[in-house]
């Protein structure tokens, strides 16, 4: 029964890169580094795999990264307000740079998309004046991050009576156990 909840999951997350207007295209990713303090952003959905496999972008001098590399352990958050559904997301983050990756994606990027990867400074580093900022002509730090996740969480506010579920990855199978609202 609960594999209608895992269809629905698996079709919203794939329109939510495909669809500009879906409520996933943008999605709440968190990070727990050294620090020990959770750290949220909201970052745009670009790839959804066949597995759950979650792809963004971003620049590869972010605390997002560096925080990936002290904690690979993140988790998301999506809602979609018209069907008053949100879904929780645990998983693991990789993260690549590599020439192969550049160059397989960058061109998909459209030239403002391109510009944010190009700035001379990193992201979150101080700034004086937000139009001085300046931007590398020869060089990106475009980089990939790709989310795995091993735990999903459904929630669907209906009537008569809102449904969890929460499901696991084991294996390369999903187990499913319903949850109290």
Known sequence: MATVYLQEIREELQKGPTEKDH???FFTFATVGLDQIA???TVVLRDVSKD???TFYTD?????ITHIKENKRVSLLLYHPGKLLQLKIEGTATYK???ATKEKYWSKLDAYAKKQYTTSRSP???LINPQNLEYLSEEN???LVEITPFKIEYLKLSQPHHIRVRFSKVGIQWESE???P
């Open 23 to 25: 409520p996933f295209r």
């Open 39 to 41: 750290r949220l952003r």
């Open 52 to 54: 759950l496999k979650l």
């Open 60 to 64: 590869r001098r972010s605390k997002k």
């Open 97 to 99: 740079d590599d020439d």
């Open 124 to 126: 979150g580093s101080n």
């Open 141 to 143: 730090h475009f980089c």
């Open 178 to 180: 319903y949850l109290v």
